[in-house]
């Protein structure tokens, strides 16, 4: 009996956990799959199997800017995440020695956490806004006329506060990587007369890798289906695939919103191999 169990035990343990992936993911997108292929007529979603939702995407040059669009914010955003986290966390790996000066400096990059992304992209609007607080500051020293206007409501604005709300998922994975590189491979290169530039390039860099690419992906994953930042910071002038997508289900679109949500599922699955091909982050997990 006891020798049954031990046979079996490894499957009851995995068997919960399949089930609520089973649950609540595969058959969510199994069903986003099946009705991308319906018809639409109007009026109601009518069961059967068309190509025609695929064909509007492929052949829309709206959509098609618009899936550029999204791209341009993934790179804009990811570069200006990476320039940023990059150099945050390698001044609390390196130049903080102190553990109890790292764990509070880390927790302090959390800080905007606190709060909802809702009140974090509205605490941009006395910023940025025409009387804002920028664009008083400038007036008053005199460098600009008027008030700039592309401070927001713009792409400017939306990659700001994209960058804003999702740097933390760059600067996390990026620390814990350089926490893990011994210290001793840096002293041996630098008695041996290696310049910093040379160490940052040669075994800094390599070993960072595996938590550039983790942080890679999740930035990469949460701007591709954004579209409450679009929204908000770009004032209803900017698009971007999500914020089609919600556009689609407001207008009871179901079918083509699912059609464009299995495209923008494969486009981000596609980078996120191309980033673990590049990267290997089995030694992060």
């Known amino acids: 009996m006891l020798k049954s169990w031990k046979s079996i035990q490894p499957y009851a343990l995995v068997t919960p956990q399949t089930f609520v992936l089973l649950l609540f993911l595969v058959l969510p997108i199994l069903m986003i799959f099946i009705v991308s292929f319906w018809q639409f007529d109007g009026i109601q979603m009518i069961p059967g199997f068309t190509l025609d939702n695929y064909k509007s995407i492929f052949t829309s040059d709206v959509t098609l800017r618009t899936y550029l669009n999204t791209f341009k914010y993934v790179f804009l955003v990811w570069?200006?995440?990476?320039?940023?986290a990059f150099p945050v966390a390698y001044f609390l790996a390196f130049f903080i020695e102190d553990q109890k000066w790292q764990i509070i400096l880390f927790l302090v990059c959390t800080v905007p956490f606190w709060t909802s992304n809702i009140i974090r992209m509205i605490s941009w609007v006395p910023v940025l806004g025409r009387e804002g607080l920028v664009n008083s500051t400038l007036m008053r020293l005199g460098l600009i006329n008027q008030p700039l206007e592309w401070l927001?409501?713009?792409?400017?604005a939306i990659v700001l506060g994209m960058v804003h709300l999702y740097n933390f998922f760059m600067i996390a994975p990026i620390f814990n990587s350089l926490m893990r590189i011994d210290r001793s491979?840096?002293?041996?290169?630098?008695?041996?007369?290696a310049s910093g530039f040379q160490i940052l390039k040669e075994i800094i860099l390599p070993l960072a890798a595996p938590g550039i690419a983790i942080g890679s992906i999740f930035v990469v994953t949460l701007v591709m289906g954004e579209f409450v930042t679009v929204r908000m910071m770009g004032g209803?002038?900017?698009a971007s695939v999500g914020k089609m997508i919600q556009t689609q289900i407001g207008s009871l679109q179901y079918p083509l919103a699912a059609a464009n949500a299995v495209i923008l599922l494969l486009v981000t699955l596609l980078l996120v191999m191309a980033i673990l091909r590049v990267v290997d982050i089995r030694k992060e997990l």
Do not use: K, N, P, V
Request: with cysteine; aromatic share 18%.
């Open 79 to 84: 570069f200006f995440c990476l320039a940023i």
């Open 152 to 156: 927001l409501f713009s792409d400017f």
């Open 185 to 193: 491979l840096i002293t041996a290169a630098r008695d041996m007369g």
């Open 236 to 238: 209803g002038q900017a």
